[in-house]
């Protein structure tokens, strides 16, 4: 963190938040800074929260009480249609539009915001997610899933978002295709200067390639911490739980590995 | 018969024209109804499950009878509202075969808002789109097909419901459809049919046309398709030849006997220079309305109709003094105005073969009574439900040892195969002469006067011209000759079209007119 940062506002912070589904509370109370420029992941198994969390930044689950802040600012106060297209946002879904073409998918919110996309920042877009310019007038119905998800996050970049928020962004991917795709976001992360979140089952992905994880167990943050802190003492069960997969197939995979070399 | 499919044909265009007209405006307006009721419908489950629990209960009325609704309520909204508001012709029309096509199209465009792909919406909302460009960016084009569908049931609905529009005086390939089951005549039943099911064809395929230019963007298809629906509009708006003559429109009652009376009065009109419409197929009780309220000129009613219906009498009386009083009651209620009696009736008779009536000796009803205890009725389906049946009953004691109900046409047919000895017959009717039939007598006048009487609105029975063309008829027809002719289009062997029909009646006339 530079000297400048430390005295500007965090990306996000959360205060006294929570959230309930209709009368069940699932989440909180969370107080919670999440520092510029930082790729933070939020790992619990279903239903631990993690989701609603992501969602309530753009009141996409809008809380029961507390407050979420975006660059300072209270979400409350903002135009939530303006604050949701100045957050770039990867669905685990995609849900790319499939009556438009891949050009106007991404140019999509330019295009609610009154603006066009132009044609070359289309391709520089396809280009930063490593597919080739022919596919900006393809549809979405003839993408694999893994080129599905690379034009979801070009389009969530497509406005020059500071925060990239992720939901499950590559749940529904190969684990070859996964495992590529993760580590492109995490370079374009640091590329482009962005303050990522990004909420995910998988430990063993977070730990990859996340500066700092946190769990979420029964609505509560239950470990707060950087991947090698975390793996050496997760310090609550339910975070214990979760490292000790990933360290239990990694010592077994070396085990394999071992004779041989 | 070459004939006949001539005047068939002859009227397809213009029928055709008028019966595009109103479904196009139907099926337009119920799109403009369906647009804010179908987002509104997405947005609160609640308004729409009663939204479409409504137009789902319209659909549930016949569309006759949806129809012959509007009458009653336009008439009284016309009397709030003026005259603007008319019960009769388009107005009634449009409205309910709106309401009509509502169901298919607003049930459609929820089915479809609603099995929108989640993920797609969630997309929509997450990237910051409001909720009118969440509408219109994703969820319509998304349901698109699914609405398109549904305007495409309402529209082969709509075109075919439009063939009943007639019976409320709306112009339509209905016409030739109730014309020819009415005669029999099968060749004008199928042009209707043939008709309106050529016009339901073509706009469901241009829309489908349309529909899948815009889905595969492919312009020359849209621009087809275009091309199609403007044609298709172009017919249905194309400005009629404008008629410097003056205008008069006669309204006929559904069956023959009207159908070449109006012909005749009508060809008299054209003849003494004026253009002339009709309105065929209209109620009983419409007619009378419509030529009250003047968007009817001329027609052709009976004196024991008005005095039961109208006049709401039910004492009896001779008939002199009935038409005496059906012309002061008019002259007191409304518009229309009587002229007088072409010199028929049209009544009920009693009719037996003639070896029925000399097996038995009949010779009036109170013989008719004495034999009934042996003996099946035969009648039309609502002869026991009229007054005239109670009349009857009271003042002869009429105790039958079965009835049946048949349809008018088959009446005759029964009583020649034995499944009826006695039936209603109408004293006009051609088949009374045909069969030989003994129609017997009515010594206690129960059965009131049936006299055929030509009825006008106030403003046409003023004009001069008409008034003396309506005068030259009056005392012209006698039962055997309107018998004739109605039998000429009756019957099955060397069967004559309703225009043929009238044109001999009218040459009977005129050839009495130069004897005289």
């Known amino acids: ?225 950087p991947p090698a802190k975390l793996i050496a003492n997760p310090g609550h069960p339910a975070a214990e739980a979760l490292v000790a997969v990933p360290r239990a197939q990694a010592a077994a995979i070396a085990a394999l590995a071992g004779p041989r070399t | 018969m070459t004939g006949e499919w001539a005047t068939a044909f002859a009227r397809v265009p213009e029928l055709a024209r008028e019966h595009l007209l109103v479904s196009f405006a139907a099926i337009g307006l119920a799109l403009l109804l369906c647009a804010p009721l179908a987002v509104a419908a997405h947005r609160n489950r609640r308004f729409a499950a009663v939204a479409l629990g409504l137009a789902s209960l319209v659909q549930t009325i016949p569309g006759l009878a949806l129809l012959a609704l509007f009458f009653p309520v336009l008439l009284a909204v016309s009397t709030v509202l003026g005259e603007w508001v008319e019960p009769l012709g388009f107005l009634p029309a449009l409205l309910a075969l709106t309401l009509y096509a509502l169901l298919p199209i607003l049930r459609n465009a929820v089915t479809g808002l609603a099995g929108v792909d989640p993920a797609a919406l969630e997309a929509a909302e997450g990237l910051g789109m409001t909720r009118w ?200 209620a409304g518009g229309a105005r009587l002229i007088g009696p072409l010199g028929f009736e049209n009544a009920y008779a009693f009719a037996v073969t003639r070896a029925t009536a000399e097996r038995l000796s009949l010779g009036d009803l109170h013989d008719l009574a004495r034999a009934a205890p042996m003996m099946t009725l035969g009648t039309d389906p609502e002869f026991l439900e009229r007054p005239e049946w109670r009349a009857v009953d009271a003042a002869y004691g009429m105790g039958f040892a079965g009835t049946r109900s048949l349809s008018p046409g088959f009446m005759y047919d029964a009583l020649a195969s034995n499944e009826a000895d006695v039936i209603t017959a109408y004293t006009s009717d051609g088949r009374v002469a045909a069969d030989r039939l003994v129609l017997l007598a009515d010594p206690e006048g129960a059965i009131p006067s049936y006299d055929a009487l030509l009825v006008a609105h106030v403003d046409a029975a003023g004009d001069a011209g008409v008034r003396q063309v309506l005068d030259g008829l009056i005392g012209a027809i006698d039962v055997r000759t309107m018998a004739e002719a109605n039998h000429m289009v009756d019957r099955v062997a060397d069967k004559r079209s309703i225009g043929e029909a009238a044109a001999w009646l009218d040459a009977q006339i005129r050839a009495q007119e130069g004897a005289e």
């Open chain 1, 1 to 225: 963190m530079t000297a400048d940062a430390a005295h500007r506002p965090p990306a996000i912070r959360f205060e006294r938040l929570l959230c309930s589904h209709g009368a069940q509370p699932v989440l909180g109370p969370i107080d919670l800074a999440i520092a510029r420029g930082s790729f933070v992941a939020l790992v619990g198994a279903s239903g631990s929260g993690k989701s609603t969390l992501i969602r309530s930044i753009t009141h996409l689950h809008v809380p029961e009480a507390g407050r979420v802040e975006v660059d300072g600012i209270d979400v409350v106060s903002s135009d939530i249609a303006k604050l949701r297209r100045r957050i770039g946002y990867v669905f685990q879904s995609v849900g790319l539009f499939p009556h438009m073409d891949i050009a106007a998918n991404i140019g999509i919110g330019a295009r609610i915001g009154g603006d066009r996309l132009a044609i070359g920042r289309v391709e520089e877009l396809l280009a930063l997610v490593g597919l080739d310019p022919s596919f900006a007038t393809r549809l979405p119905a003839s993408l694999s899933g893994g080129q599905a998800q690379r034009v979801g996050v070009a389009r969530a970049l497509a406005l020059e978002p500071a925060i990239m928020l992720m939901d499950e962004p590559f749940g529904a991917l190969d684990p070859v295709t996964r495992d590529r795709l993760a580590r492109e976001v995490r370079s374009l992360h640091d590329r482009l200067g962005l303050t990522t979140l990004m909420v995910t089952h998988d430990m063993a992905e977070a730990l990859l390639i996340a500066d700092r994880i946190l769990v979420l167990d029964a609505g509560q943050i239950v470990a707060d911490a």
């Open chain 2, 133 to 332: 460009q969440k509408l219109r960016l994703v969820e319509l084009p998304l349901a698109l097909p699914t609405i398109v569908a549904g305007i495409r049931t309402a529209a082969v609905w709509t075109i075919g419901a439009a063939t009943l529009a007639t019976t409320i005086g709306q112009p339509s390939l209905g016409d030739l459809i109730f014309a020819g089951l009415q005669t029999q005549a099968w060749t004008l039943v199928l042009a209707g049919c043939a008709g309106s099911a050529a016009l339901a064809l073509s706009v469901d395929g241009a829309i489908a046309l349309a529909q899948r230019g815009v889905e595969r963007r492919q312009r020359l298809t849209g621009a087809i398709a275009g091309l199609m629906i403007a044609a298709l509009a172009a017919f249905a708006l194309w400005p009629q030849a404008h008629d410097n003559r003056p205008q008069v429109t006669i309204g006929a009652k559904g069956f023959s006997e009207q159908y070449i009376l109006a012909r005749l009065i009508g060809l008299r009109l054209e003849r003494a220079g004026y253009a002339v419409d009709y309105r065929d197929n209209l109620g009983s009780g419409v007619l009378h309305a419509a030529v009250a309220s003047g968007q009817v000129d001329i027609g052709v009613d009976y004196a024991g109709t008005l005095w039961t219906n109208e006049l709401k009498r039910s004492d009896r009386q001779p008939r002199e003094a009935m038409i005496a009083g059906i012309a002061a009651w008019m002259q007191g």
